[in-house]
């Protein structure tokens, strides 16, 4: 049973970078063809960052991250970064990773990825 474990988050100052990582655990046949980055703020409801199709070979990005942010996969590894650049203050949440065997159509934390890790929190101050 695959699981999965973020980590790197911390407090940073608007305008610093911070890179989140993603790692699976657990041996499984099969590979990952959809993960993805969501977030939750404060208050706020859960919201997609960005999305990565291995097998496709795309990512998509929300667009209050992009240009900032960069999603990248390790296939080899299967882990799953988030290079966050030039924080803002509203980009203070718990992150959270998610992934699935399957091609998932939508890049939505209504989606049905199978797995979710259990999140790692990021603050940015002014």
């Known amino acids: 049973q695959a699981q999965l474990v973020e980590s790197g988050g911390g407090s940073v100052q608007a305008g610093e970078s911070l890179t989140l990582s993603c790692t699976k655990s657990?041996?499984?046949?099969?590979?990952?063809?959809?993960l993805g980055w969501f977030r939750q703020g404060p208050g706020k409801e859960r919201e997609a960052v960005g999305c990565?199709?291995?097998?496709?070979?795309?990512?998509t990005y929300s667009e209050i991250v992009r240009g900032r942010f960069t999603i990248s996969h390790d296939k080899v590894t299967e882990t799953l970064y988030l290079q966050m650049n030039n924080t803002k203050p509203e980009d203070t949440a718990m992150y959270y990773c998610?992934?699935?065997?399957?091609?998932?159509?939508?890049?939505?934390?209504?989606?049905?990825?199978?797995?979710w890790g259990q999140g790692t929190l990021v603050t940015v101050s002014s």
């Open positions: 657990g041996y499984t046949v099969t590979h990952f063809r959809s």
């Open positions: 998610a992934a699935d065997f399957r091609d998932i159509g939508a890049c939505s934390p209504s989606s049905t990825f199978g797995y």
């Open positions: 990565v199709y291995t097998a496709r070979g795309f990512t």
